[in-house]
């Protein structure tokens, strides 16, 4: 489920008065994220954001709460995204070069937790005005203008 901006400040803003997710400031976030990246960097066999948590002994939760915490803080969110952009491109690269295990499994990620689509559908509109529909069935002719 994607959030809007708005969405994302209010979660950050009620976060902050939650006294479990207050042991982590900036300085703690910053050097875990770090040391995951890390990790990643010479793991190359990790997929999912779940199993890189597990080895700091955090949870999938931990990594919701400090995305929304800290989402006005360039350098967490920004360390956030490439941690997340390591683990989507692993996917891909993985996928397109055969070396993953499972070609639908790797879909069903890139789509459930990255946002990939099969179809876009759009929504057709003469400038701005919906499209007259003429419905044959009971001969109602097309406006004219």
């Given at each position: 489920m994607k959030h809007t901006e708005e969405t994302k400040k209010a979660i950050s803003e009620k976060m902050q008065g939650n006294k479990n997710a207050e042991v982590w400031d900036v300085d703690s976030v910053t050097q875990m994220l770090s040391d995951i990246k890390e990790y990643l960097t010479s793991n190359i066999n990790v997929y999912t954001i779940g199993s890189a948590l597990t080895e700091f002994n955090l949870y999938t939760q931990?990594?919701?709460?400090?995305?929304?915490?800290f989402v006005n803080e360039k350098s967490v969110s920004d360390t956030i995204k490439t941690i997340e952009s390591i683990i989507e491109q692993r996917i891909v690269n993985d996928t397109?070069?055969?070396?993953?295990?499972?070609?639908?499994?790797?879909i069903f990620l890139l789509k459930n937790k990255f946002g990939?689509?099969?179809?876009?559908?759009q929504d057709l509109t003469t400038k701005g005005e919906s499209l007259n529909v003429i419905n044959l069935?009971?001969?109602?002719?097309?406006?004219?203008q």
């Open positions: 931990w990594w919701s709460e400090m995305k929304y915490k397109m070069t055969g070396d993953a295990k499972s070609a639908t499994f790797s990939y689509v099969d179809k876009h559908e069935g009971e001969g109602i002719k097309p406006k004219t």
